[in-house]
Structures are given as C-alpha cells and as structure tokens.
T-cell receptor
Framework: AQSVAQPEDQVNVAEGNPLTVKCTYS??????LFWYVQYPNRGLQFLLK??????LVKGSYGFEAEFNKSQTSFHLKKPSALVSDSALYFC??????????????FGTGTLLAVQP | DSGVTQTPKHLITATGQRVTLRCSPR?????VYWYQQSLDQGLQFLIQ???????AKGNILERFSAQQFPDLHSELNLSSLELGDSALYFC???????????????FGPGTRLTVL
C-alpha cells in the first residue's frame, strides 16, 4: 500500500537552532514529493517540492528538503528556526503511477514548536 | 492568500441533514480537489475534477457527491449527515492536466463542518 510516514507527532526546537521534520514514503516508482504547512485555522500552504534533479530543493521561508532515494525519505530542514515557524507540517507524495490523477497522499502531520 | 476561496467558513447542522460546500479555484486552474481533514483520519483525498469531468475518487462516501460547473467552481454535497462527518473540508486547485502531477496544489481556507 502506498503511504507516507511522519514518525514524529511533535518536534520541539529552540529559536535559532536548526530544525528537521522527518518524512519517509512507500510508493511504487519515483514519486513527486511535497511539503505543506498549516497555520492554525488556515488552509495548507505549499512550501516546496521535489520532482527531479538535485536532491536538495529550496522552498519558501528559508526551508529546504533533501530527497534520499535509497532511504525513501524527504526530510524538511531549516538552518535557523523562528518562533513564527511554529505550525503543523505535512509531507505529501504523488505516486507517478497514479494514473490520470494528481491525488496526493498525506502524512499525519508533525507539529513544530519553536521556543523563544 | 492562495487564491482559492471556499464558502461557508463554518457550518453547523444536525444529523440527517444535507449541506453544500462551495469552492472557487484560482484563476486559470482547471483541476479541483476535495479533501477531508479530521483528527482520526488525518487529511484524506475525496475526489478530483478536471475541467468539469470527474477524474479520480478517493475515500469518498456514497452519501457524498461533487461536481464542477462550466465556470470551474465546484460544489461538494454531503447528505444524510452523521456525527462522524464533522471535519474540516478543503478544496484545492492546480493548473495543468491531471497527469502532470508536478504542479503543486493550492488550498483554500477550508469549511469547518460540525454535525450535532
């Protein structure tokens, strides 16, 4: 079965420290990978995506993510966390064998809490 | 602001009732997706439309239906509502044909449905 795993329900980090939010996937073939962020009472906002090419992709608000094919992972990273980064982060995958659909499979989300 | 609008923001209704959620995609986007977000199920894909045609179904109940109109707005109809249907319902849109899964989806702010 195709799935996305975010093993940590919550990640706590001090402001100014680097952060990592983990994501692993299990799908057939090479998928397209996405990260979204959800602030309280808001919709999901697109952060970044991996389609092909360089394994390190850069996105909005200073976030980046590293695609690792051998480990089937797509971890989200930021060199220096801000209190305003506190939110719920979702990893999503679009299997390339999904046929005529762009259906996204989402992880369960990771709550990032950045302490001042 | 993603450019995707959803109405209403909140909806409170009783079991057994029927409601309609409305979504207007970003200008130029032909694909519309509906997702349900709940505490126990997480973020689940419901259905996708492209240029007025249904393209994919996910975990959508038979009591639920959707359509996309010629002006590209979409409606999600939920009938015979049950307590368990209480959730946040998101609409998303993307540009491009359904097979071009590399396009990110842009999410609306959601409709919070409460079934009493």
């Amino acid at each position: 079965a195709q799935s996305v795993a975010q093993p940590e329900d919550q990640v706590n980090v001090a402001e100014g420290n680097p952060l990592t939010v983990k994501c692993t996937y299990s799908v057939s073939g090479n998928p397209y990978l996405f990260w979204y962020v959800q602030y309280p009472n808001r919709g999901l906002q697109f952060l970044l995506k991996y389609i092909t090419g360089d394994n390190l992709v850069k996105g909005s608000y200073g976030f980046e993510a590293e695609f690792n094919k051998s480990q089937t992972s797509f971890h989200l990273k930021k060199p220096s966390a801000l209190v305003s980064d506190s939110a719920l982060y979702f990893c999503a995958v679009r299997p390339l064998r999904g046929g005529a659909t762009n259906k996204l499979i989402f992880g369960t989300g990771t709550l990032l809490a950045v302490q001042p | 602001d993603s450019g995707v609008t959803q109405t209403p923001k909140h909806l409170i209704t009783a079991t057994g009732q029927r409601v309609t959620l409305r979504c207007s995609p970003r200008s130029g986007d032909l694909s519309v997706y509906w997702y349900q977000q709940s505490l126990d199920q997480g973020l689940q894909f419901l259905i996708q439309y492209y240029n007025g045609e249904e393209r994919a179904k996910g975990n959508i109940l038979e009591r639920f239906s959707a359509q996309q109109f010629p002006d590209l707005h979409s409606e999600l109809n939920l009938s015979s509502l049950e307590l368990g249907d209480s959730a946040l319902y998101f609409c998303a849109s993307s540009v491009g044909v359904p097979t071009s899964g590399y396009n990110e989806q842009f999410f609306g702010p959601g409709t919070r449905l409460t079934v009493l």
